[in-house]
């Protein structure tokens, strides 16, 4: 199956709520593609396909996900490509030593963890997470992987908020299964 046609039938299972959780956003939620075992397999190999097609000559050596959604999905990922899963945690929920980075939400500040040894230096890396909006916590995952002395080969998303430009900010290139919305809800 293409991967526009793949595309096309993941996005065909979204819901749309506009004005959640605030007004002027349109809310796409992904979690009913995660209802069908064949749509959840089909995302999965999406993905899978992408890192075949660009990262022919370079293996991926650990799929690193932002905590919570990114969880759903990055470590069937992970699986499926013979990658190893690394989760970044919200501040306080991980065991051992860690190295943290500062990211800026809606409303204050967040800190992210990773634990130091969950990544060899020289690994490559993919980071994943189900959107990217301003691009603010993925760049403090970014951040978290370069204090590890990794590569980072790539940001994938399941989609875009493409008017916010928060690939703008990112450390390498991005990928995005589906195509985002160019535009806020008006």
Do not use: W
Not at 60 to 85: K, S
Not at 111 to 130: A, H, K, L, T, Y
């Amino acid at each position: 199956m293409s991967m526009e046609s793949l595309a096309q039938e993941l996005r065909s299972a979204l819901h749309q709520y506009p004005n959640f959780p605030s007004k002027g956003i349109l809310f796409e939620d992904f979690l009913p593609i995660f209802r069908s075992p064949q749509l959840f397999g089909k995302m999965v190999q999406a993905f899978k396909q992408h890192f075949e097609s660009k990262f022919r000559d370079t293996k991926i050596d650990y799929i690193v996900a932002l905590e919570a959604r990114g969880f759903l999905f990055a470590p069937a990922v992970a699986l499926e490509i013979g990658a190893g899963f690394v989760p970044v945690r919200k501040h306080g929920k991980l065991p051992g030593e860690c190295v943290h980075a500062t990211y800026t939400k809606e409303y204050g500040e967040d800190v992210f963890d990773i634990q130091i040894e969950s990544i060899p230096e020289g690994s490559n890396v993919v980071i994943m997470d189900d959107i990217i909006a301003t691009g603010g916590s993925a760049l403090a995952a970014g951040e978290l992987v370069e204090k590890l002395g990794a590569n980072i080969l790539e940001f994938s998303f399941f989609m875009e908020l493409d008017f916010l430009k928060g690939r703008e900010r990112l450390q390498a290139p991005v990928f995005t299964l589906l195509t985002g919305q160019e535009h806020a809800l008006q």
